[in-house]
């Protein structure tokens, strides 16, 4: 069965310390990962994609990475700005045409 | 302008009710979608349109119905409401890959 898992939980760190969450995923017929932000009551916010193994993206204070069988999510020098849940999700395609699996996510939480 | 937009952003009814939500997006994506996120925050497909065909049904209930009357809109019908419905319903769009999000809709069975 695909899944895709999220780790840690949850992550409280001192705003300037640098850390990564993990995404890890067993699913057939991948199509790209995709990470997104989630504020208290807002809906996804994309961030990246990535297609294939050694990819890389940055943005600002964040950095995503791949491998065949996790993602990482690298967060250097965070801000409270940064605190928010993270959503990994795998995109696959079946025979139903393409579909979206998430993962549980990581609530950030930075203090000043 | 909004890209994703959802009505009603909150909505508090009695169990065996029907109701609706409506969504609507300004982006031209050809593909949109309807997802529940759990009292767990867990985001779960529901549906998926694309040029007005069905082409995901999980496992959902049939008093669950998508409705599209155009490319630019999905609506959610939802029949005999349960108490085990309430939760966070979002409405999403792609072309493909990456998908926009609406702002979420708060669905409250009581």
């Known amino acids: 069965e695909d899944q895709v898992t999220q780790s840690p939980e949850a992550l409280r760190l001192q705003e300037g310390e640098s850390s990564s969450l993990n995404c890890s995923y067993t699913v057939s017929g991948l199509r790209g990962l995709f990470w997104y932000r989630q504020d208290p009551g807002k809906g996804p916010e994309f961030l990246f994609t990535?297609?294939?193994a050694g990819e890389e993206k940055e943005k600002e204070r964040l950095k995503a990475t791949l491998t065949k069988k996790e993602s990482f999510l690298h967060i250097t020098a965070p801000k409270p700005e940064d605190s928010a849940t993270y959503l990994c999700a795998v995109r696959r395609t079946d025979n139903y045409g393409q579909n979206f699996v998430f993962g549980p996510g990581t609530r950030l939480s930075v203090l000043p | 302008d909004t890209a994703v937009s959802q009505t009603p952003k909150y909505l508090v009814t009695q169990m065996g009710n029907d109701k609706s939500i409506k969504c609507e997006q300004n982006l031209g994506h050809d593909t949109m979608y309807w997802y529940k996120q759990d009292s767990k925050k867990f985001l779960k497909i529901m549906f998926s349109?694309?040029?007005?065909?069905?082409?995901i049904n999980e496992t959902v209930p049939n008093r669950f119905s998508p409705k599209s009357p155009d490319k630019a809109h999905l609506n959610l019908h939802i029949n005999s409401l349960e108490l085990g419905d309430s939760a966070v319903y979002f409405c999403?769009?792609?072309?493909?890959?990456?998908?926009?999000f609406g702002p979420g809709t708060r669905l409250t069975v009581t």
């Open positions: 999403a769009s792609s072309n493909p890959g990456e998908q926009y």
């Open positions: 349109y694309n040029n007005k065909e069905l082409i």
């Open positions: 990535l297609y294939s």
